[in-house]
């Protein structure tokens, strides 16, 4: 009876650890891991953008990555946590040019489109002497490309095509004197979608927007809103003298020019500056920030007295240019006046047309390739540029800019987990823009 007893309890013991055996088979433990750290950065980031959106800062900072990434690091100071961030939608805080065109021409266009205000906020265009190639860096780096003055685009066929796919845009500042210069070139046909007319010696009586844009989706919506809301900053020549009643002692004196013609002004105040608004001298109208004043028949706008140095003005809708079509080909050849139309005859493509006495002819011609923009114009050459020339040319560069978003922060392709917060926020001071302020947060692998 003992020995059997003694089976027994061996039997037992194989049964049970058969069961145990069984259980861990099909019934295999389970561990869960919590994800509060996760959890709690990604609400630490929607905190820091509500915090920045309730105490009025979310613009100032969502295109000034410094500020931002100063105070996100601030935020995640200790942990071990990855930050970055980007805007998508608006202007870009730096916009990036290459350019194909001469040293003396890039020095220029830093001079006087280096840096403007937009909705109270800066911007700035940066311009690097560039050639098409793949191995320059400033191209390759850039956000558009602007070709200055007449040159074969074939050659370049294939790149400016990887270019202009990737969202690159190019605007070229060309005269054309021939039809093969056009119509013989591949990236003239296809990329700028461009047909050779004629050439001819005429005169336009003035260049106007060939139209009002008729949606947001139009192809010319946004650099004819460009042309009229983003200022272009005006620098002042020489200090002037005391002024009765300004608070600049001494003023800062500049001119303002278009249409041939030069209108001095002063900058008076924190607020306010002096014009001379007919062009036959001295001050005549004291005009103060957001007013709307009728400055050589023009309807102008003082948008911003940056200090004493400077001043920001747009033009208002109903803008005319003096003619810029016309050219002086070279000697003895007087000047001529090319006729260009879009290859594919859609007029709504054309953004400023000359207005001659029976007829009109495009001055300005977008295209859309790929995910880029491109435009052509006339070159009439640098020192005939008015200030309303250069904000148009200002205008086609900023709508021409890849506008895809640029990350800042620390390098985010390695990390086992990421999580992003995204704003959506409106800005109308100067011009209506929406943008997205994207905040990311990522732990290491």
Not at 275 to 300: A, H, P
Not at 336 to 352: T, Y
Request: aromatic share 12%.
């Amino acid at each position: 009876m003992r020995s059997k007893g003694i089976i027994n309890v061996i039997e037992l013991a194989i049964v049970i650890v058969t069961l145990f055996v069984s259980f861990s088979v099909f019934f295999p433990g389970t561990s869960y891991r919590n994800k509060w750290d996760d959890a709690y950065g990604m609400l630490k980031a929607r905190d820091a953008v509500l915090a920045l959106e309730r105490t009025g800062k979310l613009h100032e900072y969502a295109f000034d990555s410094t500020k931002l990434g100063a105070f996100l690091n601030s935020l995640f100071a200790g942990s071990n946590v990855i930050v970055w961030h980007g805007v998508s939608g608006g202007i870009k805080e730096e916009t990036r040019i290459a350019c194909d065109c001469p040293a003396d021409v890039v020095a220029w266009l830093n001079g006087w489109a280096g840096s403007t205000v937009l909705n109270e906020r800066n911007i700035s265009i940066v311009f690097c002497k560039a050639s098409i190639d793949p191995a320059d860096a400033c191209f390759t780096s850039s956000d558009a490309l602007l070709v200055w003055k007449y040159k074969p685009l074939q050659p370049y066929d294939t790149t400016l095509t990887d270019y202009v796919s990737k969202g690159g845009g190019v605007i070229e500042v060309m005269n054309f004197t021939e039809a093969a210069q056009v119509n013989g070139d591949s990236v003239q046909q296809k990329i700028f979608s461009l047909n050779w007319i004629s050439l001819e010696q005429s005169t336009a009586n003035k260049c106007e927007f060939a139209r009002t844009p008729r949606s947001a989706s139009d192809i010319i919506y946004e650099p004819y809103k460009y042309f009229h809301h983003i200022p272009i900053t005006l620098k002042i020549a020489s200090f002037g003298q005391a002024i009765a009643g300004c608070s600049y002692n001494p003023t800062g004196n500049g001119t303002l020019a278009f249409k041939g013609a030069s209108y001095e002004f002063d900058t008076c105040g924190p607020d306010s500056a002096w014009f001379d608004i007919d062009g036959v001298g001295g001050r005549n109208t004291l005009v103060t920030e957001r007013q709307n004043t009728s400055i050589g028949g023009s309807e102008i706008m003082l948008n911003y007295v940056n200090g004493v140095s400077s001043i920001s003005v747009s033009f208002k809708p109903g803008y005319t240019f003096k003619n810029f079509l016309e050219y002086i080909a070279p000697p003895p050849n007087p000047r001529k006046v090319v006729h260009m139309e879009p290859a594919d005859g859609n007029s709504d493509r054309v953004l400023v047309q000359a207005v001659f006495a029976q007829t009109k002819y495009p001055a300005v011609i977008l295209n859309k390739y790929g995910s880029g923009r491109v435009a052509w114009t006339q070159e009439p050459g640098k020192n005939n540029y008015g200030d309303d020339e250069k904000a148009l040319l200002m205008s086609l560069l900023l709508w021409a800019a890849n506008k895809e978003p640029s990350t800042a922060g620390t390098d985010i392709s390695s990390f086992r987990a990421g999580y992003m917060t995204s704003y959506i926020n409106v800005k109308n001071y100067d011009m209506f823009e929406i943008y997205k302020l994207n905040v990311g947060i990522g732990y290491p692998v």
